[in-house]
C-alpha cells in the first residue's frame, strides 16, 4: 500500500488541514484530476475567445458555431469532467479513478472536441463521426470512473453520483443528435437542433451544474444544505423538464414544450429554497466567488420563464429561433451558466493553488468591492438581455461594454489564479 500522504479532498478553504489519508498505488492525486481537467478546459476557452473576436471582425456563421463549440463542450463541459470526479471523490471518501482512466477519458473527449471542430465547418462527414464518437467514448469512460468510484467506497452517497450520471446520459443522446444533424439527417417531425440543446444544454451542462449547486454552494457560504430533501423534487422536475423538452422539441408538440419549460421552473425555484437558505445562514461577509454563484441563480427562472412565454406566444420554435431568442442566450448562457462557471473557477483555482504551494495566501473578502463588481456584473447581464428585446435595442452598446468590461476584470482574475494553479511550477 502506498504512503503517500492525500491531500484534502474538500472544496472548502478553512484555516484547517484535513486529516491525512493514503491514496491506493495508481490512483492520482485528487488535485491532480482536477487540474487536468481545468488547464484543457482553460486553454478551450481561450480558444472560443480567440474565435469569438473572429466572428465579430467577419460575421461568419461557422466561426460562431466554432466559438460556443470550443466554449461549451471543449471548455466549460471539461470543467464539469474534472469538477464531476473531483468531487465524488470528496463525497465518497474514496480513491480517484486510476490514471490511465483518466487519461483515456481525457485523451479520448479533447480529440474528439477538436475532430468535431474541424469536420463540421469542413463538412467533412468522416471527421465528424469519429470526434462524435470519442466523445461518446469519452462520457462512457467518465461515467466508468463514477462508477468505479462508487464501489471502492464504504460510504452510501447516492446523490454523489445521481447528478453526474444523469448528465451523461443525456448528453451521450445529444451528442447523437448533433451527429445526425451534422450528415444532414433529414428530420420533417419537429425540430432536432431544439432536442440537442435541451439535451445539451439543460441535460449535460444544466443537471451538472444544479447537482453540484447543492453542495458547492453551501461550501461557499460555510453553511450546510438547509432542506436536503427538497433535493429528490428537484432532480425529478429538472431531469422532466429536460426530457419533455427534447420530445417536444423533436416533435413538434407544442403542450410538451409548454410542460418542460414549467418543469425546469419548478425544479428552478426548488433550488432556490436551498440557496437561500444557505445565504441566511452564512455568518461571514460573503467573498466574490460566493457572491457570483449566487447572482448567477437569479438569472435561472428568469430565462425560464422568458423561454416558457415565447413558446405560448410563438409556438416550438420561439425560444429557438424566434425574437427572444439572443435574450435568452444572455440570461441562459452568460447570466446562469457564465456566472457560475466564473464564481466556482475563482473559488477552486484558489484551492489548487493553495494545495499546490500553502505559501499562497488565501485572499480575503472585500465586500465593498466584491459588492461593487458582482452588481456591476448583474446589470451588465441584465442590459445586454434587455438590448436583445425587440424595442429596447438603442441600450445594445453601453450593455455590450458593460458586460465586456466586467467580463474582462473577471478573465483576468481566473487566469492570474490559473497561472498560480495549473501553471508550470516556479522555478
Known amino acids: 500500500m502506498s504512503t503517500r500522504p492525500a491531500e484534502p479532498h474538500a472544496p472548502r478553504l478553512s484555516g484547517r488541514r484535513c486529516r491525512q489519508r493514503t491514496i491506493g498505488p495508481g490512483a492520482p492525486r485528487p488535485s491532480a484530476l482536477l487540474r487536468t481537467f481545468f488547464a484543457a478546459g482553460l486553454c478551450f476557452m481561450l480558444a472560443a475567445a480567440a474565435a469569438a473576436m473572429a466572428y465579430v471582425l467577419s460575421g461568419r456563421e461557422w466561426v460562431h458555431w466554432l466559438a460556443l463549440h ?25 480513491d480517484p479513478p486510476p490514471r490511465r482512466l483518466i487519461w483515456a477519458q481525457f485523451g479520448a473527449w479533447n480529440m474528439g472536441v477538436i475532430l468535431v471542430a474541424i469536420g463540421v465547418p469542413s463538412a467533412i462527414t468522416a471527421l465528424t463521426d469519429v470526434g462524435g464518437a ?116 423533436a416533435f413538434g408538440i407544442v403542450s410538451i414544450l409548454v410542460l418542460g419549460w414549467l418543469s425546469l421552473l419548478a425544479s428552478a425555484m426548488l433550488l432556490s429554497v436551498n440557496l437561500l437558505a444557505s445565504l441566511g445562514a452564512a455568518a461571514r461577509p460573503l467573498a466574490l466567488p460566493a457572491r457570483l454563484v449566487a447572482l448567477a441563480q437569479v438569472f435561472l427562472p428568469t430565462g425560464l420563464l422568458l423561454a416558457l412565454l415565447a413558446t405560448v406566444a410563438d409556438g416550438t420554435m420561439g425560444p429557438f429561433v424566434g425574437a427572444p431568442r439572443a435574450a435568452l442566450a444572455v440570461l441562459l448562457l452568460a447570466g446562469w451558466i457564465g456566472l457560475t462557471v466564473s464564481g466556482s473557477l475563482l473559488h477552486l483555482l484558489k484551492v489548487l493553488a493553495r494545495i499546490k504551494s500553502f505559501t499562497f495566501q488565501m485572499p480575503r473578502p472585500r465586500p465593498t468591492r466584491d459588492r461593487a463588481l458582482t452588481a456591476t456584473a448583474g446589470m451588465g447581464v441584465a442590459a445586454l438581455a434587455l438590448s436583445n428585446t425587440p424595442g429596447l435595442e438603442p441600450v445594445g452598446d453601453p450593455a455590450a461594454a458593460l458586460t465586456i468590461a466586467v467580463a474582462g476584470l473577471l478573465a483576468i482574475r481566473v487566469l492570474a489564479l490559473a497561472l498560480r494553479a495549473v501553471g508550470p511550477p516556479a522555478s
Do not use: D, E, K
Open 70 to 94: 470550443l466554449l461549451l463542450l471543449g471548455g466549460i463541459s471539461q470543467l464539469v469532467l474534472g469538477a464531476g470526479q473531483f468531487f465524488t471523490c470528496a463525497f465518497l471518501a474514496t
Open 134 to 249: 470519442l466523445i461518446a467514448i469519452g462520457i462512457a469512460l467518465f461515467a466508468a470512473a463514477l462508477l468505479g468510484m462508487r464501489r471502492r467506497s464504504l460510504q452510501h452517497a447516492p446523490w454523489a453520483l445521481r447528478w453526474y450520471q444523469t448528465s451523461a446520459a443525456c448528453l451521450t443522446v445529444g451528442v447523437l443528435l448533433g451527429v445526425l444533424m451534422a450528415r444532414g439527417t433529414p428530420w420533417p417531425y419537429g425540430s432536432l437542433l431544439g432536442a440537442h440543446l435541451a439535451l445539451n444544454l439543460g441535460g449535460w451542462l444544466g443537471t451538472a451544474i444544479v447537482g453540484t449547486l447543492h453542495t458547492f454552494f453551501p461550501s461557499l457560504t460555510q453553511t450546510q444544505l438547509r432542506h436536503p430533501r427538497l433535493q429528490r423534487p428537484t432532480y425529478t422536475f429538472w431531469l422532466a423538464g429536460v426530457l419533455l423538452l427534447a420530445v417536444g422539441a
